[in-house]
C-alpha cells in the first residue's frame, strides 16, 4: 500500500504543531473517521444506505460505559463488550432486513425506524441510561506498555491513540475492500439481484459488511464517548446519521479513507469559519445536494479527477 | 373511559388526515417519479409559514391566505423540481438525500427570516362543539373536512380526468405511455409541484391549530411516508385510510400508554409492514 | 495509470496537510493588547436550544461595550478594559469543548460565562475540572447545581436561582397553591433533563404538601396534546404543571382551555400563552425572573436598560425573552468587574470569587450567591387571571 505513506506527516504534527486546539479537531476528526470509513463499507461498497451507523455509534459508546460501571471491566474489554453488544443488535436488525430483501429506500427507512426506537429506548430508559441527562464518563482508559501502564490523558496521547485506530480501521477496511469479500459487496452494489444469479450469496455477504461497519461505529462511539467525556441520547439521533452520510458524500465514497476528509471538513468548519447555525445547516444541506448531484465522487474523487488531467 | 376513548377516536381521525395529505403526496410522487420526496415535510412548513405570515403580519384574512400559501410551496416546489428532482428521477437513493439536503436548505431559510421564536397565529375559528360524549375544536373540524374534500377531489381528478388517467398510466407502464403521447416530464413535473401544494395546504391550515416551529414538518413527513407505505404506494385512497389507522392509534394508543411513546407506534408498523406485506394494506402484492 | 494512482495519493496528502494548516493557521492569534481583561462567554446563540444563550449573549455585550466606553475600570491603580469573547457553542458539546481550549489555552481567559445547557456543560465539565483553581466559570445549567460545592469544582458558580434548597422557591410556590385551595396537580412535561428534574423537585414538595401529583411526559416537539390532555382531564385536577418553554405553552394552554382544564401553575415561560388565551383560562401563574412591561414604569434601572437595548441593536425590546438576562448577562459582567475592583485584583481568581460570594450586587436584579455558589436573585410572581388582569407579586429571597 503505497498510499499508507500518506499517513506518516500525521505522526509527525504533534512533534510541531504545540497547538492543543488544533490537535483537539484532529482527534474529533480521527474518531469520526472511523465511524465514516466504517459506513462507507456499508454505503460506499455494498451500495446500502443504512440510517442505523448513529445507533450503532451511541450503543457502542453506552454500552462500554455501562460496562465500565457496573461489571467494572477495564476500557478495552468494556469496548470488546460493546462490539459484541452492538454485533448481536445488528445480527438482529441486519437479518430482519436483509432475510425479507428490503431494497434500498426500504432498507434506508427501517434502519432508520430502528434506530429510532433505540434512542427511545435509550431515552426512557432512566434507571439504566440516565435518560436525558446523559452519563459523565470519569474513568480514564489506559494502555498497557512495556515500561507500565499509561493512563490515556492529554491531547497528544489521544491523538497517536484515534490516529493508530483509525489506520488500524483503514487498514481492516481497505483488506476487506480488496478480498473475495470485497468484490462481492461491489457486484451487490452495482446490482444486488444480478448478484444473486452468479450465485453470490447476497443474505450472507450484506450481513458481513453491516456487522462490520456497525462494529467499526462502536469503536469509534466506545473512543469519541471518552475523548469528549460525556454520553447523551442525542448520539443516536437522525442527525448524527445524516453528518455521516454528509461526511462520506463529501470526501468521497470510492475510496477506503476518502470519509476521513469530509470528517476533517465537518469537524473543523464550525471552528475555521464563523458562522451562525442557521447558516451550519444551510452548509450541510448544501453539501448533501452537491455530493449527490454535482460533485458525486466527493472531494477525493474530484482530486483524482484533478490528477488525471493534469 | 368510554368518553375518553370516541372523543380520542375522532382526534385520530382528524389528525390522521393531516397524515393521509402528506402520504397522498408522497404516494403521488413516488408513483410518478420513482422517488420518496422527504422535503415534503419542510414545504408543510413553508405553507404554515406563508399562511401565518400573510394572516397575522400582513393582515389578509385567513380563507384568502391558505391559497396563497398553498401557491407558494408550489412554487418552491417547482423551483426543487427543476433544480434538483429532475436529475433524480428513478433513483431512490440519491433522491431520498437530495431531499433530506433541501430540508436543511428550507429550515434554514425560514430560520434566518423567522428565527426559532414559535410563531401563533390568532384563533381564526375559536371555539368548541359540544356533544355530550366529546369536544371537537370548530377549527380543527373545518380542517378535517377541507383535507377530506381535498383528497377526494384528487381521487376523482385521477380516476376522471384525461390527465388522471394518463398519470395512471404512466405510473403502470412509463415507456408505454409515453409513446401513447402521455407528455412525461410535464406529468412529473406536474405531480411533484402538486404534491408540495398538497404539504403546503397541509401546513397552511396546521398553522391555524398549532404553534409554528421551523422543525414542524419533520414528525409528518415521517408520519406520512409510514402512512403511505402501510397502505401500499400508489393507493390515493389507501394514503387517507392509512393515515387516519396511523393517527387513530397514535391517540388511542396515547391513553393507555405513556405519552413519550407516541411515535413509536409508527415505526413499529411501518417495521411490520414492510417486512410481512410490503406492498402494503390496500394495493395487490406484487 | 499508475502515475495517475500516485499524483492522486501525493495531491490527497498535500490536500490533508494544507487543511490542517488551513486550520492551525486560522487559529494561531495575533498579540494581544495591553490592559485588557478578557471575558469568554460560552451558549447556544443559535440553533434550536438558543433562547437563553442569544439574550445572555445579547446583555453582555452591551454591558461590556458600555463599560469600554465609560473608559474601562481601574483595579489596584491600573486602568483596564473588557474584551469579550464568545464563540457560539450551537448546542454542540464537541463544538463547546473546543471553544472552552481556545479560551482557557490560547486566550487565557480566567472568567467564563455559561453555559445554560446541562448537555453543553456536561461536555465541557470534565476538561473544565482540570482548570479548577485557574478559572471561574458561571453558568445557569441546571446540572451545575448538582456539581456546586463538589471537591475540585471549586471554579463553578452557578447564575439562577434554584427551585428547591433555602432560598427556593419551589416550597413557596407550593404552599401559596396550597392555600388557593388546590389538592390535585397534574404535570405535562417535556421529557427531557429539565423535565426530570423539576419533577425530582416538585414531587415530593407536593407529597409533603398533601397534594396528589400525577405526571405525564411528551416528547419535545409535540405540538397535538389532545390524547393526554383528555387523559389527564380525566383525572380531574385542580391546576395543570405544564411544560417550560412558550412554544409548548401556546398549545398546551390552547388545548387544555378548549376541553375545559382552565387553571395553570408554576409556568415557566413568557407571559404571551396566557395573554392569547385570557379568555378560556381562570388562573395562570407564571414564575418569571422579571415582570419587564411593569418594571419598565417602577424600576428606573429598567427603564434605562431597555432604551440603551434599543439604541444598541436599534430594534424592538424583546420583551418575552428579557427575562432570560437574570443569567450569565448584563448584571453579571458589572458584577464581575465590581468584584475586581474591590478585591484589588484581575488576575487572583481566589480572590475575586471570594468577593463575589460575599456581595449583593443591585442592578437590574439583586443578586446574591449562597455558601454553595448557586445564585439568589429576586423574581415576579404573575397570575394572568381570567379576562386578563394581571396581579404581580415581588419576592426576594432572603
Known amino acids: 500500500m503505497k498510499s499508507s505513506l500518506l499517513w506518516l506527516p500525521l505522526f509527525a504534527v504533534p512533534l510541531v504543531l504545540h497547538n492543543d486546539v488544533v490537535l483537539t479537531i484532529l482527534v474529533f476528526t480521527f474518531i469520526l473517521g472511523i465511524l465514516a470509513v466504517s459506513f462507507n463499507l456499508i454505503f460506499g461498497y455494498t451500495g446500502q444506505l443504512s440510517l442505523f451507523h448513529a445507533a450503532a455509534f451511541g450503543i457502542g459508546a453506552y454500552a462500554t460505559e455501562l460496562a465500565m460501571a457496573h461489571l467494572g471491566v477495564s476500557f478495552w474489554i468494556g469496548m470488546m463488550i460493546a462490539v459484541l453488544v452492538v454485533l448481536t443488535i445488528s445480527l438482529l436488525v441486519g437479518t430482519i432486513c436483509f432475510r425479507f430483501k428490503l431494497k434500498e429506500f426500504y432498507f434506508a427507512i427501517v434502519t432508520f425506524a430502528f434506530s429510532e426506537m433505540a434512542r427511545l429506548v435509550i431515552l426512557n430508559w432512566n434507571s439504566f441510561t440516565n435518560g436525558s441527562l446523559g452519563i459523565n464518563l470519569t474513568a480514564k482508559p489506559s494502555i498497557w506498555l512495556p515500561g507500565g501502564a499509561i493512563a490515556i490523558e492529554g491531547t497528544r496521547i489521544w491523538y497517536y491513540l484515534s490516529l493508530v485506530v483509525l489506520i488500524l480501521t483503514v487498514t481492516v477496511c481497505a483488506r476487506v475492500v480488496h478480498s473475495w469479500m470485497g468484490r462481492c459487496f461491489a457486484a451487490i452494489r452495482l446490482n444486488d439481484e444480478l448478484a444473486d444469479t452468479l450465485g453470490i450469496d447476497v443474505f450472507r455477504y450484506k450481513l458481513i459488511s453491516f456487522l462490520i461497519g456497525n462494529a467499526g461505529a462502536a469503536v469509534a462511539g466506545a473512543f469519541y464517548a471518552f475523548y469528549l467525556g460525556y454520553i447523551e441520547p442525542a448520539y443516536l439521533s437522525i442527525d448524527q446519521s445524516l453528518a455521516i452520510v454528509a461526511m462520506v458524500l463529501l470526501g468521497g465514497r470510492d475510496t477506503v479513507a476518502g470519509p476521513v476528509i469530509g470528517a476533517l471538513v465537518l469537524t473543523a468548519l464550525p471552528h475555521v469559519i464563523n458562522f451562525s447555525a442557521e447558516t451550519r445547516i444551510l452548509v450541510y444541506g448544501l453539501i448533501l445536494v452537491f455530493t449527490i448531484l454535482v460533485m458525486p465522487k466527493g472531494i477525493t474523487g474530484a482530486i483524482a479527477r484533478l490528477a488525471r488531467a493534469v | 373511559m368510554l368518553q375518553l376513548v370516541v372523543g380520542q377516536l375522532l382526534n385520530g381521525v382528524i389528525i390522521g388526515t393531516l397524515y393521509g395529505i402528506v402520504a397522498l403526496g408522497v404516494t403521488l410522487t413516488f408513483g410518478i417519479t420513482g422517488i420518496v420526496n422527504f422535503a415534503l415535510g419542510a414545504f408543510m412548513a413553508i405553507g404554515a409559514y406563508t399562511g401565518w405570515y400573510l394572516t397575522d403580519v400582513v393582515g389578509i384574512a385567513y380563507p384568502v391566505a391558505v391559497p396563497l400559501a398553498v401557491l407558494v410551496a408550489a412554487l418552491f416546489g417547482l423551483l426543487a423540481d427543476q433544480t434538483l428532482f429532475r436529475f433524480t428521477r428513478n433513483n431512490l437513493i440519491n433522491g431520498l438525500i437530495v431531499s433530506i439536503g433541501l430540508i436543511s436548505v428550507i429550515q434554514s431559510v425560514l430560520l434566518m427570516v423567522w428565527t426559532t421564536t414559535p410563531k401563533n397565529m390568532h384563533y381564526v375559528l375559536p371555539g368548541v362543539i359540544n356533544l355530550d360524549l366529546f369536544i371537537v375544536p370548530k377549527m380543527k373540524g373545518v380542517v378535517f373536512l377541507v383535507l377530506l374534500v381535498v383528497i377526494l377531489a384528487t381521487y376523482a381528478a385521477l380516476t376522471r380526468t384525461w390527465a388522471g388517467r394518463a398519470a395512471y398510466a404512466y405510473a403502470q407502464a412509463p415507456e408505454a405511455a409515453k409513446l401513447m403521447g402521455v407528455r412525461t416530464e410535464l406529468l412529473q413535473t406536474g405531480v411533484v409541484v402538486y404534491s408540495t401544494a398538497l404539504a403546503g395546504l397541509g401546513g397552511a391550515l396546521y398553522a391555524s391549530l398549532y404553534s409554528l416551529e421551523v422543525s414542524m414538518g419533520a414528525s409528518y413527513i415521517l408520519k406520512g411516508v409510514e402512512a403511505a407505505i402501510l397502505a401500499g404506494i400508489g393507493s390515493v385512497m389507501g394514503s387517507l385510510v392509512g393515515g387516519i389507522v396511523l393517527g387513530v392509534t397514535e391517540a388511542i394508543g396515547s391513553i393507555f400508554f405513556p405519552q413519550a411513546y407516541r411515535d413509536a407506534y409508527g415505526l413499529v408498523f411501518l417495521v411490520l409492514i414492510l417486512l410481512f406485506r410490503p406492498s402494503g394494506l390496500f394495493v395487490r402484492g406484487r | ?398
Not at chain 3, 481583561?37 to 460560552?42: A, H, N, P, Q
Not at chain 3, 452591551?62 to 469579550?84: C, P, R, S, W
Open chain 3, 1 to 398: 495509470m499508475r502515475n495517475a494512482f500516485y499524483r492522486a495519493t501525493r495531491l490527497r496528502s498535500v490536500t490533508l496537510v494544507a487543511a490542517i494548516a488551513l486550520v492551525a493557521g486560522l487559529n494561531v492569534l495575533p498579540a494581544r493588547a495591553q490592559n485588557v481583561v478578557k471575558i469568554g462567554e460560552i451558549e447556544a446563540q443559535t440553533g434550536a436550544l438558543n433562547t437563553y444563550g442569544w439574550m445572555s449573549a445579547q446583555g453582555m455585550r452591551m454591558a461590556v461595550d458600555e463599560i469600554n466606553k465609560a473608559g474601562g475600570f481601574e483595579v489596584a491603580g491600573k486602568k483596564y478594559k473588557l474584551q469579550l469573547i464568545n464563540p457560539d457553542t450551537q448546542g454542540n458539546p464537541q463544538q463547546a469543548l473546543i471553544h472552552l481550549k481556545q479560551m482557557l489555552e490560547q486566550d487565557h481567559v480566567k472568567y467564563v460565562f455559561g453555559p445554560f445547557l446541562t448537555n453543553v456543560y456536561k461536555g465541557i465539565e470534565p476538561y473544565a475540572t482540570g482548570f479548577d483553581g485557574k478559572f471561574l466559570l458561571m453558568g445557569g445549567a441546571t446540572a451545575i447545581h448538582f456539581d456546586l460545592g463538589k471537591p475540585h469544582h471549586g471554579y463553578l458558580m452557578r447564575t439562577w436561582n434554584w427551585d428547591a434548597g433555602p432560598s427556593g422557591f419551589g416550597s413557596l410556590m407550593v404552599a401559596n397553591l396550597k392555600k388557593r385551595g388546590a389538592k390535585r396537580v397534574a404535570m405535562l412535561m417535556q421529557n427531557d433533563a429539565f423535565g426530570h428534574v423539576a419533577r425530582d423537585i416538585y414531587a415530593p414538595l407536593f407529597k409533603t404538601a398533601g397534594i396528589a401529583f400525577d405526571e405525564e411526559w411528551f416528547e419535545p416537539g409535540t405540538t397535538d396534546f389532545s390524547s393526554v390532555l383528555a387523559k389527564i382531564a380525566a383525572w380531574k385536577p385542580d391546576y395543570v404543571f405544564p411544560g417550560y418553554t412558550d412554544a409548548v405553552l401556546y398549545d398546551i394552554v390552547r388545548q387544555a382551555t378548549e376541553i375545559g382544564l382552565t387553571k395553570f401553575w408554576l409556568v415557566r415561560g413568557s407571559l404571551g400563552p396566557g395573554l392569547k388565551n385570557k379568555d378560556a383560562l381562570d388562573d395562570y401563574i407564571i414564575y418569571i425572573p422579571k415582570y419587564f412591561e411593569e418594571a419598565q414604569n417602577s424600576e428606573p434601572k429598567v427603564k434605562k436598560f431597555i432604551a440603551d437595548y434599543k439604541a444598541f441593536y436599534k430594534t424592538d425590546f424583546p420583551y418575552d425573552q428579557a427575562p432570560l438576562c437574570s443569567s450569565s448577562c448584563y448584571d453579571h459582567v458589572y458584577m464581575l468587574v465590581d468584584a475586581m475592583k474591590k478585591a484589588g485584583t484581575v488576575d487572583d481568581v481566589a480572590k475575586v470569587k471570594q468577593t463575589l460570594m460575599s456581595t449583593i450586587y443591585h442592578g437590574l436584579w439583586n443578586i446574591r450567591y449562597d455558601q454553595t455558589g448557586e445564585e439568589v436573585f429576586n423574581f415576579d410572581v404573575v397570575d394572568i387571571k381570567k379576562g386578563g388582569k394581571i396581579e404581580v407579586t415581588h419576592i426576594n429571597p432572603k
